[in-house]
Structures are given as structure tokens and as C-alpha cells.
T-cell receptor, first 112, second 115 residues
């Protein structure tokens, strides 16, 4: 069965640094991959989508890469701010069926 | 962007009672909606896919007789937790896909506490 892995431990970084989160997957060939942000007690909020034929996607301070050979996506937040502290989830989709499959999520803590 | 609402946002009930949670797409139609459950510090676990006008599709291990799903219109899906028990206490979230089904719009979630 398909499996998605995200850094299980919280990522602690200093304000201004670049945060890099990882999403690895196996037994799946997604047509696209998405990243969401979830704050405590709230539903996830969509951030970025990257398709299988795209290597990189940017949106303001966010950058996502997608390596279908490595079966990995990296999510970068540059010039991080304490307000970026949240849990970030990756979701795989497409690839023949549309059953959204989430990773466990990685908690990011940006210290001032 | 598209908005999905959930009601109620919080509910506390006694063990053995049933609780209904509503999920509405406010400015778009959704023939499909997804219901998730999230325990503390865990990821979202897909419970079922709600299909307008037909039966819901449940994920393995989810009891369809306990978690009743009704998708009676293009903007409303309901999840009823029947005969709730303390172990059903969780955060329940619904989502609806965009037109091209490439983005999920999530509701704000419903916190259920069963005493």
C-alpha cells in the first residue's frame, strides 16, 4: 500500500533561516503533490500544488520541489518568521484515483 | 477562495447519544466530500468519501453503521456518529475538492468530546 513519510520530529529553527521539510513516498505514482498548513484546532489550508512534470514551484517565501525519481518533495520556507510555526502536511493525489492521502505532518517551530 | 463550513465547531455529549456534524460548501458545488478524523498529534485519517446522491465509500476499519454519512445535496454532507463512546472523541474535519479535484478545501473542523 502507498506510504507517505514526513519528518516525525518537530523542526526548530531561528527566525530568518530557511526551513526545509521533507515528504517521501513509496508504492505510489502521484500525478501531483500538495502542501498544506495546519494550525492547532483548525482545518488544513492549501499552500502549493506541484505536478509530476514540474521540478519546482514558488509562491512568495515558499518553494516546493518534486523529484519523482527519488519519490520525494522538499518544502522550503525562506526568511522564516515565528508566524510560520505550524504543522505542514503533504498530500498526494491523482495517479489513477482521487483518494487524498496525507502524510503525518511535520511541526515547524520558528524561534524569535 | 472557496469556503467550506462545519457545524458545530464543538460538541460535548454523553456516551450512547448520537451526534450530527454538518459540512457545507458555501460558494461552490461539491459532488464529493471527504471526512477525516484526527487524534491529537496525529495526521488526518480519511474515514470516508461522501458522494452526492449515492452511498458513501468507507475506508478500511471504519464502521459504516457507526459513522453514518448522508450527502443529500451538492452543498451539504452530514456525518452522524451514532451511539458515541469516549473513544470516538476526536477532531472531525471535512473537505471538498475543487473543480479539477486538485485542491482540497477544508472545513474548520468539529471537536467532539464524548463523556
Amino acid at each position: 500500500s502507498q506510504k507517505i513519510e514526513q519528518n516525525s520530529e518537530a523542526l526548530n529553527i531561528q527566525e530568518g533561516k530557511t526551513a526545509t521539510l521533507t515528504c517521501n513516498y513509496t508504492n505510489y505514482s502521484p500525478a501531483y503533490l500538495q502542501w498544506y498548513r495546519q494550525d492547532p484546532g483548525r482545518g488544513p489550508v492549501f499552500l502549493l500544488l506541484i505536478r509530476e512534470n514540474e521540478k519546482e514551484k514558488r509562491k512568495e517565501r515558499l518553494k516546493v520541489t518534486f523529484d519523482t525519481t527519488l519519490k520525494q518533495s522538499l518544502f522550503h520556507i525562506t526568511a522564516s518568521q515565528p508566524a510560520d510555526s505550524a504543522t505542514y502536511l503533504c498530500l498526494l493525489g491523482g495517479g489513477g484515483s482521487y483518494i487524498p492521502t496525507f502524510g503525518r505532518g511535520t511541526s515547524l517551530i520558528v524561534h524569535p | 477562495g472557496a469556503v467550506v463550513s462545519q457545524h458545530p465547531s464543538r460538541v460535548i455529549c454523553k456516551s450512547g447519544t448520537s451526534v450530527k456534524i454538518e459540512c457545507r460548501s458555501l460558494d461552490f458545488q461539491a459532488t464529493t466530500m471527504f471526512w477525516y478524523r484526527q487524534f491529537p498529534k496525529q495526521s488526518l485519517m480519511l474515514m470516508a468519501t461522501s458522494n452526492e446522491g449515492s452511498k458513501a465509500t468507507y475506508e478500511q476499519g471504519v464502521e459504516k453503521d457507526k459513522f453514518l454519512i448522508n450527502h443529500a445535496s451538492l452543498t451539504l454532507s452530514t456525518l452522524t456518529v451514532t451511539s458515541a463512546h469516549p473513544e470516538d472523541s476526536s477532531f472531525y474535519i471535512c473537505s471538498a475538492p475543487s473543480d479539477r479535484q486538485e485542491t482540497q478545501y477544508f472545513g474548520p473542523g468539529t471537536r467532539l468530546l464524548v463523556l
